[in-house]
């Protein structure tokens, strides 16, 4: 089983450790490209209107600066780095199994995917349409190979699925259910996601390995419905 979360907009800095080396990311097939979209970002962000290019507000500019010394600052796991609603309610500091972590991957505007134990920087870039498609003429041959016989718990947002839409995910979307209407919840939504994330981490007995087994142990914890290949949990 391979859980895949989304990244966040916000991203907490690391005050020490070493600086980010590509070479130690997972899936080195994608060096080449991550240093490629390294070098933009910091070449955009020493901009003088490097904020607007980005697509951000003006306010953010010192997250905009920070862009420029990815190399140089110091860089923490991934999954300490990424911050907000999903990755509070995840709580990855108290998780029973810790070497489970080593199944979660996060998507990545820049770095494409990384896991969750990878060393990364604190950054600013968000996925555009344009990015995507880019991304996925990367990620395609290297995760449909390398992911091919494992099932993918997917708890990322639209734009991330479109980088890497893969072909045995189980996307999971979250709805409210008011005297039998639903809606599809959208911040909500992330703290759920973090949730189950959290509750495959953490539970007794084997990781699941089938997208049946994925469900029965989300039954646990939730109430679930399934239609191949969604799981859709009612909060």
Same mark, same amino acid.
């Given at each position: 089983?391979?859980?895949?979360?989304?990244?966040?907009?916000?991203?907490?800095?690391?005050?020490?450790?070493?600086?980010?080396?590509?070479?130690?990311?997972?899936?080195?097939?994608?060096?080449?490209?991550?240093? =490629?979209?390294?070098?933009?970002?910091?070449?955009?962000?020493?901009?003088?209107?490097?904020?607007?290019?980005? !697509?951000?507000?003006?306010?953010?500019?010192?997250?905009?600066?920070?862009?420029?010394?990815?190399?140089?600052?110091?860089? !923490?796991?991934?999954?300490?780095?990424?911050?907000?609603?999903?990755?509070?309610?995840?709580?990855?500091?108290?998780?029973? %199994?810790?070497?489970?972590?080593?199944?979660?991957?996060?998507?990545? &505007?820049?770095? !494409?995917?990384?896991?969750?134990?990878?060393?990364?920087?604190?950054?600013?870039?968000?996925?555009?349409?344009?990015?995507?498609?880019?991304?996925?003429?990367?990620?395609?041959?290297?995760?449909?190979?390398?992911? &091919? &016989?494992?099932?993918?718990?997917?708890?990322?947002? !639209?734009?991330?699925?479109?980088?890497?839409?893969?072909?045995?995910?189980?996307?999971?979307?979250?709805?409210?259910?008011?005297?039998?209407?639903?809606?599809?919840?959208?911040?909500?939504?992330? =703290?759920?996601?973090?949730?189950?994330?959290?509750?495959?981490?953490?539970?007794?007995?084997?990781?699941?390995?089938?997208?049946?087994?994925?469900?029965?142990?989300?039954?646990? &914890?939730?109430?679930?419905?399934?239609? %191949?290949?969604?799981?859709?949990?009612?909060?």
């Amino acid at each position: 089983m391979i859980i895949l979360l989304p990244p966040s907009e916000s991203k907490t800095p690391h005050d020490h450790g070493d600086p980010l080396s590509l070479d130690q990311l997972c899936f080195p097939e994608l060096t080449q490209d991550r240093a =490629h979209m390294c070098d933009t970002l910091m070449e955009i962000s020493s901009r003088e209107r490097g904020w607007e290019e980005l !697509g951000v507000s003006e306010r953010l500019v010192p997250e905009v600066e920070r862009n420029t010394e990815l190399f140089t600052t110091s860089a !923490g796991p991934a999954i300490n780095t990424y911050t907000g609603v999903l990755y509070t309610a995840l709580d990855a500091s108290t998780v029973t %199994h810790e070497d489970w972590l080593d199944t979660v991957f996060i998507s990545s &505007a820049l770095f !494409g995917v990384v896991n969750a134990r990878d060393r990364i920087p604190a950054y600013r870039y968000s996925m555009t349409p344009k990015l995507a498609t880019w991304w996925k003429k990367r990620l395609s041959p290297v995760l449909d190979d390398v992911w &091919a &016989a494992e099932v993918v718990v997917d708890c990322r947002s !639209g734009a991330y699925r479109r980088a890497w839409p893969g072909t045995n995910t189980l996307p999971v979307q979250v709805v409210t259910e008011t005297n039998g209407v639903r809606k599809t919840v959208s911040h909500n939504a992330k =703290h759920t996601r973090g949730l189950v994330a959290r509750h495959l981490l953490n539970r007794d007995g084997d990781m699941p390995t089938t997208p049946e087994d994925v469900v029965s142990a989300l039954k646990e &914890a939730f109430t679930v419905e399934y239609d %191949h290949p969604q799981i859709t949990i009612v909060v």
